[in-house]
């Protein structure tokens, strides 16, 4: 899984958001909010991951369950999926 090309980290008071600036017919042509935990899988989503990867990152990182960190991955991920290439 990799980010699309054309999208950009920003923040804006106080908050950070993932933003479109492809300007392609078919993008997302907007910004979603993004949490620490969304922020953390973004930046992860950068460079090429496995989904697994994902989750090692996240259990080594917050140190919290295998279990929870799928919860949390899982939501992220649907949540930006237009946003992702397989």
Do not use: C, H, W
Not at 39 to 53: A, G, H, R, T, W
């Amino acid at each position: 899984m990799k980010l699309k090309n054309g999208l950009v980290i920003t923040q804006a008071n106080g908050s950070n958001y993932i933003v479109d600036t492809s300007n392609k017919k078919d993008s997302f042509n907007g910004m979603i909010r993004l949490n620490d935990s969304a922020l953390f899988i973004v930046e992860l989503l950068k460079n090429d991951i496995s989904y697994q990867e994902i989750i090692k990152a996240m259990t080594d990182f917050y140190g919290i369950p295998e279990e929870t960190a799928r919860k949390g991955a899982d939501k992220v991920i649907e949540k930006l999926r237009f946003l992702i290439n397989d």
